[in-house]
């Protein structure tokens, strides 16, 4: 029998064959390691364009490390990072950015994990006053950790307040294709308010492998030391770079997204009747957020696998992932409503 | 026209068609993120059997990570490391030991790459001094970078002293495999007398995968913590976890190793009667070091790709790899040999 | 005509005449440096008797050193500290908790400065997930940044939760003489359920001395090094704890923080029949903090030296000192009786 | 009886009478605190006027954390420190450097504790290679470690490299005082082909108070809160100010080195003809380095203060100070006298 599929993560899935299409390909001949070599110029070149990135796009191992080199461009050591109170940033990277970077974040609760300028201008008071860590950086997740989409417009007038602000803006785009599939719209789109901003690919098809693109040139400076010195730099970076060629070929990642993204709709759709379930943040993106019944959460996760996001409410996350089937989808709702059944109305 | 094999660096070669199969293989299937996978299991479990390590066997992305991870497990924030002035931690990783833990390299100049007890005991003054950073762990290399190894006995001798002296011993494993072969022994051997150490893939026919052993299980609290916040949780670590099942599959990587090894020899052997060329280390891995006459180095480099390891004296570095052939040792002696037939003797 | 007394901050004062005589009693002959001197023994010594540290006294040099040094020798590189949004810590450090140990704050919005067992519970999530900062110690503030003191039974509550919740206290004890005076009990009762402490000197009367009490001996095992390497070892040291010999003389420093205290009582109550203010906090310390009307703040604040501390409410902060006279009060309540004049009732 | 005068350090020597009068004399009156009151008004603006330094004067408590302030002004987090191998910033800060900054030291063995341009130039390889921390900074000390002096033409020989090398150059002055006096010139002429350097209180008559002198003001930007965050801000700034300017007052602080380097040479003097004792470096501040009869050391040690400096040779440091007498002198040149006496000879 074939284990259920996990709705428990987006990186629970497996590569795309492209992609390990591409690794096998990438493994002919030599080639110089630390990313001299043509796929990765190529790479670089096809994800920089694809942005509009003057500072270049840089290859790391994963979406922690993308944010803080990323960030690490930004910053003074006494300044700090403004972003949402649930920013993967904030609570999943056991503290990298305070460890590696050595900067404070300055924390801001949200109601669907997108920061706004009146939930970040309450943070920029102290300014000047040397005993204050000084706001220098926002950091925003596009798609959020709740799954919702900046639009382009949030996107811009947080940009237009930033900038007259004085503060850079640094985008964790671990599922940035997830948005592009979502709005509509180019990867140069979602960046035009951005200073720097990573573009996952392990979540959307790779088997590891992250970029971070710095828009802004004057930022680059010094971008190859740091990623050296923390621990980014792939040896033979050839494979790094193959996995990113496969998934900009033909829009592979885009179709990937978009297909995530739609077994997430069908997901959302099929549990709009069943009682006990409730959708707790708009769906956007490959993230269903819903709120159970608590009677039905035990029993649903004997049988699959997902995550409570969070317990007081019984919210619980399902992710979808580039290779979610529709009978995927329909085997879990059938799944869910068994569930739910158990419930008295 | 095939590509010259390149001599530059063991990681110049691409991927073993074993590890790209392991790849595709490990990719059936949905698996839960970063480690908790079946291949993670098994391929961790292996490690740690074949050390014998009490503390388990970790996973991470490069050399420099391994190396700065192993000592962070270490280490208290006043604790230095010796090491070799010529080390890999030292030299060629961006400062990150000084960076990312924070850490003193007390470093000590050797005549071969080898640290040994009279070399490392003139660097404990100032015990117990609080103005001095204390030092607390030796670093050592094998293979180390001039491609020479310790035998089991100065491993030994080196582990009695640190002992006594209150020393951990870090071991910088890159090419532990290549030093396996030569000596003829087993991994667990190699570790006996240390403390942490890695074990690297990457330079022995991995798309990119270095483990980190704790021997002392004392010291691996906090590994996973650490870890994730250095930034070399993998997300789907079935990828790196069965490139090392790979490789450890029928010994694949003591034969990668010994085959390097083989090329290097009968390279070494190759030049024994070329003019204007003189093995400047002893050849004990992977690795020849020669000094050239000062006239053949730019004609060499123009055809043969390899680096100049000591301007000084004009050594240059030719590093062999899994996948080097007869062919292209003899195809590349004839190169030198053609190139030292312009001297005038 | 003599300045206006400062209601700034209690820093705002000199240094009390028998510290300065201190200053220049311990100047005569010389004496070894960096604490090897009988002034550092002496005082050193009377301050882990008062306290009953078994792990013993340590001069710095201001209170983020304090703080600093105190939270270092309780935490590994990913653990974190739980302590109040307004905390010194991680208001007015300019992120030097973060910087210099590297960790996470874990930030609690109390209601009076104070944390409790239910406040610091839900801080607790977490826990064993190698994604997360792990919380290891509590940082509180005695008296605390508003002004209120923790109760003996506050803190042994808070003890013991965080004994049994696997957490370390530790007490920013800036202004700790102050509750001291204001509880009436020992030193030793405040660290009874404490691991770490500072005792702070000047707020009462140094020149420039703050004292790191140990009181748990597992947790000073290397405190002289991270002292030094936090750049707090004071070269003539016998002149700092001098200071702190002279605080403790015939309870010095509790007749100087219960005249400070004695002071605040009396402004507080002198502005109790004042229209346009209000007490905000609790007057439990060398502190007043009172809602004003808006009108009443700018004019006040042309004549006499404060702060407002909360810019929502109109809530200014008026610290008393060691050297406050009862005219310095009653000229400043005219004062705030005359800027209420205005007011339109 | 008086105890012996103590040749262990100049930080020996209690406090210079005019600076504790200084320090009563700041105690009048209320001041507002963290250095914005007149006493460090007028202290920094006479250094930044005496160096001709654009980017201002700044206080902090020791010699460490200046050298580790001012470093953290001019490297971004790759960057490294070029010093001799005997720096105090190498040798005796426990690693603050490494902590606090994250950098690495590049450290140059020199005959006589001083850098030149031909033992800085090899230091400079892999520059733009992101393998290697980039040189970025050169550290020296004025007066040495071993008590000689950079000569004017030294100083502006190696400015001039730097600057052609793109180096700065940071001078740790915790005896610059003492150069001055041996060099008969200027604060500002020492300062001319420097960046940032310290000025050094403490061991010059003061009771705790050290400089930074930030000549280039692009450096400056930030050195507030840098200073607070490396916890060097002092609360009562008065009191570290009023030091500096009793040490200013009528040039006390060249009287007082100029007297102590006077007394060194009386010393140096009196050895000449004595058996067993033979001037190891050139005596041009207020250290005296002999090498002794090895004989002698214990003796010796038994009655007098002082440090054996390099155990190898045994030479051992004298160091005198502002408060050296001529009678001082005297007394212990019987003793050596009268140790030496000991030796067959």
Not at 3 to 27: I, M, T
Not at 89 to 98: F, I, P, Q, R, T
Not at 179 to 202: E, H, N, P, Y
């Amino acid at each position: 029998m074939t284990p259920r599929k996990s709705f428990g993560s987006d990186n629970h899935a497996g590569a795309h064959p492209a992609v390990l299409e591409a690794l096998a390909a990438a493994s002919q001949g030599d080639a110089t390691a630390y990313g001299d070599d043509p796929w990765t110029a190529r790479a670089s070149a096809q994800l920089a364009e694809a942005f509009g990135a003057d500072g270049g796009a840089f290859f790391v191992f994963n979406g922690t490390a993308a944010n803080v080199l990323g960030l690490s461009l930004m910053l003074r050591p006494y300044e700090a990072v403004i972003c949402a109170e649930g920013a993967h940033l904030n609570v999943d990277e056991c503290g990298a950015a305070e460890r590696i970077i050595g900067c404070k974040l300055l924390t801001v609760p949200t109601p669907d994990g997108k920061l706004t300028p009146d939930l970040v201008a309450p943070r920029l008071g102290g300014r000047g006053d040397e005993h204050r860590a000084q706001p220098r950086a926002v950091a925003i997740t596009q798609v959020t950790e709740v799954g919702t989409c900046y639009s382009l417009d949030e996107l811009r007038r947080l940009g237009e307040f930033c900038r007259a602000s004085g503060l850079l803006i640094y985008l964790d785009g671990a599922r940035l294709a997830n948005s592009a599939a979502f709005l509509g719209c180019q990867l140069g789109d979602l960046a035009a308010s951005v200073d720097v901003l990573s573009f996952g690919g392990t979540k959307n098809g790779a088997v590891g492998a992250e970029a971070l693109i710095v828009m802004n040139a004057s930022l680059a400076d010094g971008v190859r030391f740091q990623r050296k010195q923390q621990m980014q730099l792939a040896s033979k970076m050839r494979f790094v770079a193959a996995q990113f060629s496969a998934l900009l070929e033909d829009q592979l990642w885009l179709r990937n997204a978009r297909h995530a993204n739609d077994m997430a709709r069908r997901l959302a759709d099929g549990v709009g009747d069943v009682p006990g379930v409730r959708l707790h943040y708009p769906v956007e993106s490959n993230g269903v957020f819903a709120a159970l019944d608590p009677a039905m959460v035990e029993p649903l996760q004997r049988e699959w696998n997902f995550y409570v996001w969070e317990a007081a409410g019984h919210v619980v996350r399902w992710m979808t992932a580039f290779n979610t089937t529709e009978n995927d989808i329909d085997a879990f709702l059938a799944g869910i409503r068994a569930a739910a059944g158990v419930l008295t109305t």
